[in-house]
């Protein structure tokens, strides 16, 4: 099956932080722009990162510029999302998305998509 797999939630007190990580199963990361997703409880999904295949070019969301950080190892097929000064409204269940456009990606609709990893922000 090609898909994402994601790991690395888990919970943690507010201004602390996680490492997410995301490796692709069945496609190769540096044929790939890459992306977060999270969706918190009754709220709709959110796009908050996208990393062109080269990782050169690189969009956060305001919602974690400063806070978040990719970086990818296409040598290792890898990406990993640093996110530091979390806040309760952080708390989400956390998806990794993968297509070789990045337009589809900020437009909700990536080819391939993670089984997602809980992030829970205690306050």
């Known amino acids: 099956q090609v898909q994402a797999v994601e790991s690395g939630g888990g919970l943690v007190q507010a201004g602390g932080s996680l490492r997410l990580s995301c490796r692709p199963s069945?496609?190769?990361?540096?044929?790939?722009?890459m992306g977060w997703f999270r969706q918190a409880p009754g709220k709709e999904r959110e796009g908050i990162v996208c990393?062109?295949?080269?990782?050169?070019?690189?969009y956060y969301s305001d919602s974690v510029k400063g806070r978040f950080t990719v970086s990818r190892d296409n040598a290792n097929n890898i990406l990993t999302l640093q996110m530091d000064n979390l806040k309760p409204e952080d708390t989400g269940m956390y998806y990794c998305?993968?297509?070789?456009?990045?337009?589809?990606?900020?437009?909700?609709?990536?080819?391939?998509w993670g089984q997602g990893t809980q992030v829970t922000v205690s306050s």
């Open positions: 998305a993968a297509d070789p456009r990045p337009a589809r990606i900020w437009g909700g609709f990536p080819k391939y």
């Open positions: 990393s062109a295949w080269n990782g050169r070019n690189t």
């Open positions: 069945g496609f190769a990361l540096d044929e790939h722009a």
